[in-house]
């Protein structure tokens, strides 16, 4: 599954969660019925899975744990976890639902501020391997191309585009 | 060579003290082996280089030796305490959510080891949990695990659970101090994102300095094949 986050799809997630917890405390109902409210979500194969597990007779709280690991955002690993805690000692799941939705809207209106923040400077370190780039190449068109250029350009561009990817998993 | 050795073998003792030590020991130890490896590496320093002996360039090197340990030593320590403070507000929202929601303490403490990331402090949290579930003792559980962590975060973890466990629950003033935490949890993805920023800008400089190199090469050469005609 896609690692994102901070575009207000948990926060979302969690809010419908919590309004079908608030119907009927049951996990098999509240799973079953944001996954027709919200099919093509973030999580929606996770939900599918679920249902499929579940009607096949496995037991929710098992049916969760063998896809947890399939969760890409650590939050939402947490929150699944503590939905699996509950359901075994038949806990109140509204309660946990509306904690979490208010967590999760703190978090991810922070990512976006944190998104907001790097993206100048990611834009700046886009034009400057390309730029970097386009001047190699036009070095080995004029015939100037020599071989220590080589091995300064391929470590530096891999190492920078290594770290942007990293910066860009992490923040987006 | 020898630069990189000594950066490296102090590294590795520093490894090994923080992963096999008490840390009640730890401040002590730390102190004492900075300081004997400071000295150690300042007269490895002199006696390498006494034959070319140049009084500043000596100190300088001696100063970036202790420029670059003290700031390895101050990441080393700045990631463990942003993990153990991610990890224990993990722990602390767990054990309250689940208090929250009306499941008894023995349940919960059998569950823990489910929250946690780390492979090493789960499969600890899964015995101690395990042993807890044998004979109840709980402050043999607090005991076993405080060892691992800052004492001064871990206190409200086992103020939490000594609560519960005790005197059943007391919602409000738990749900006050998992606010705080999860403020600090906050704090520290805004400290990512402002990390993030300042590497995105010296990679970029980075790229720039190539550039520079690059396209200066060829006129500083024949900047040089101009003064041998000239002169």
Known sequence: ?172 | MLLVQFLSLSYILFYFIEKKLHWKYLEKFEAFASAALVIWGVLLMVVTLRNFLDPLKTILRVLMVLWLFFLGKKTLENQRQEKSQVMLYEIFSFINNQLAAGLRLEDIIGNIHRVIEDKKMGRLFRERGEIFKENYDLELYLVELGRHFDPEEFFYVAYSLRNGFNLGMQQELLSYQQEIMFNNYIGIIIKKGDRNQIKLFFIALVQALALIIFVSYPIVIELMGSLDYLY
């Open chain 1, 1 to 172: 599954m896609l690692k994102r986050e901070g575009r207000g799809e948990n926060t979302e997630l969690l809010g419908t969660m919590k309004r079908w917890a608030a119907v009927d405390n049951n996990v098999v109902f509240v799973f079953r019925k944001t996954y027709q409210d919200k099919g093509g979500m973030l999580y929606g194969d996770f939900f599918e899975n679920f249902i499929l597990r579940v009607n096949s007779g496995i037991e929710p709280s098992e049916a969760i744990a063998m896809d947890i690991r399939k969760i890409g955002s650590p939050f939402m690993r947490n929150v699944m976890i503590n939905i699996q805690s509950v359901i075994e000692n038949n806990g109140d799941l509204l309660m946990i639902l509306s904690k979490f939705e208010h967590e999760a809207f703190k978090i991810e209106k922070t990512l976006l501020g944190n998104r907001i923040k790097v993206h100048k400077d990611r834009t700046l370190l886009l034009l400057m391997i390309s730029i970097t780039g386009m001047a190699y190449l036009r070095l080995h068109l004029l015939g100037l191309h020599q071989g220590w250029q080589t091995l300064v350009f391929v470590p530096v561009t891999l190492l920078s585009v290594w770290y942007y990817g990293r910066i860009i998993r992490e923040s987006y």
